[in-house]
């Protein structure tokens, strides 16, 4: 690593200085010393967008320096484009989402319209940013990175890829040069200290008896199709493979309707929901944002809270109503966001005082973009996270992956939901049990 004499402490543009934490300022010299390109894995809120605003400022001092930013949603386009119009003081050209304004010297642009664009461009000094590049891991954005170019640098919490790909990544971008967890990011005060709850919700006697019937078809099952089509790889990605190559064997689409079955008993188990309303009750004169897999239970939430005046973020919204529902949570003191997948990325939310994960995402990039929502520097001295999960089901795996990705055990707090009591209340856990649990082929109902 270089010398701290040789770290870039600040950046200035149009009279006016930026000041860079150490990390980013280290972490600026080693991608310089890796001829300029490589991935910076830095957990969510610490500033990642920062060091590509010092780097692009720096590229642009060259006459003939060009940038590209690609970023995967318009959301994104919009939050970089606006960051970038300020520090530099002049309009960045946007493309995506209807807009296509092309700047001869710096571009934000969604990267479904950046496939059409850039292979066309010819360029001699170019810097390419990716934001969150995880969800550019796939042979068909190779062509972006073919762009002449001669710096590339990639951004993103978790830059692994959760399913195949991790080695396309790296051969577009490079490898991981610099990595700056929460621990890290909590010692240097960068982002808010927190508290995760991890609560317990045990199923009712009929959601038991259902989960059970679609378990053990999922077993017998995965039993039979192992025995025809091999055990390597997904089974599920196998068996959808199958179905979409017509194939006539039944059981394939059996595994993967009980596979369903099986997520949509537990993501959508009554005492989730009243377990939500609890903390609601509990929380109503904060800033909360509430979290779920399901647009379609989301829906249902926003009319069961319809007298918090709930404001709504999901896919299914247009870019004017997400934009609206933003605007709105960020300039009351207190109030309610439920969001569905669409936040996971990127999209910065200021001081929100509680996030509550209504279900369960084994998921690792999901829990951390989303848990890191909450963290940035300037919101709630401390704020806290629930993490709702069934005990002894498939939906443990939402926290053990996270537990086992290096998410520190001593910000968890475990906790349990009491149906009879209508409390929620501290329980002690085997961390070190839980975490090698591998299997759930036998189930067992949690003890009220």
């Not at 010393?33 to 610490?46: E, K, L």
């Not at 170019?126 to 990175?145: G, S, W, Y």
């Not at 055990?409 to 591998?438: A, C, E, W």
Request: proline content about 4%.
């Amino acid at each position: 690593m270089p010398s701290l004499g040789e770290f870039m402490t600040q950046f200035t543009n149009n009279g006016k200085s930026y000041p860079l934490y150490q990390w980013q300022s280290e972490a600026i010299a080693v991608w310089k010393a890796n001829n300029n390109q490589g991935i910076i894995q830095a957990t969510t809120g610490s500033g990642k967008s920062r060091v590509a605003h010092a780097l692009i400022v720096e590229h642009l001092q060259h006459p003939d320096g060009v940038v590209t930013v690609i970023v995967p949603q318009v959301s994104l386009l919009t939050q970089w484009a606006d960051a970038l119009d300020e520090i530099l003081g002049f309009e960045v050209g946007r493309c995506g989402g209807g807009k296509k304004s092309i700047s001869d010297r710096i571009n934000v642009m969604v990267i479904n319209t950046a496939l059409k664009i850039m292979p066309l461009q010819t360029y001699t000094n170019h810097l390419i940013v990716a934001d969150e590049c995880h969800r550019m891991a796939a042979p068909t954005f190779q062509k972006l990175f073919d762009t002449p170019h001669q710096a590339c640098l990639g951004l993103s919490a978790t830059p692994e890829r959760e399913d195949t790909g991790l080695e396309v990544l790296t051969r577009l971008i490079g490898d991981v040069i610099y990595e700056y967890d929460y621990e890290q990011a909590l010692e240097a005060g960068v982002i808010s200290d927190f508290e995760v709850c991890a609560v317990q919700i045990p199923l009712t006697t009929s959601e038991q008896q259902e989960h059970e019937k679609a378990h053990r078809s999922i077993i017998n099952l995965t039993k039979s199709l192992s025995s025809k089509y091999g055990n390597r790889g997904n089974l599920v990605i196998t068996c959808q493979k199958l179905l979409a190559s017509g194939t006539g064997d039944k059981e394939v689409g059996a595994f993967l309707v009980a596979i369903q079955k099986r997520k949509a008993i537990l993501n959508s188990a009554e005492n989730r929901f009243r377990a939500l309303d609890l903390l609601l009750h509990q929380h109503r004169t904060g800033k909360i944002m509430v979290f779920h897999e399901s647009i379609d239970d989301l829906s249902r939430l926003e009319k069961r809270f319809s007298h918090f005046n709930p404001q709504t973020y999901h896919s299914k919204k247009t870019v004017k109503q997400r934009r609206i529902a933003l605007e709105n949570f960020t300039t009351h003191s207190k109030g309610l966001l439920l969001s569905c997948k669409a936040l996971v990325e990127g999209v910065d939310i200021p001081d929100a005082d509680v996030g509550i994960m209504v279900s369960g995402t084994r998921s690792v990039r999901s829990r951390i973009q989303t848990i890191g929502r909450l963290l940035r520097k300037g919101g709630a001295t401390q704020p806290v996270i629930y993490l709702f999960y069934i005990p002894d089901t498939s939906d443990v795996k939402s926290l053990t992956n996270l537990i086992n990705k290096g998410f520190p055990q001593n910000k968890i707090r475990f906790m349990r939901y009491f149906p009879d009591k209508q409390s929620i209340g501290d329980i002690q856990v085997d961390v070190k049990k839980l975490l090698k649990t591998h299997s759930f082929r036998k189930y067992s109902p949690p003890q009220t």
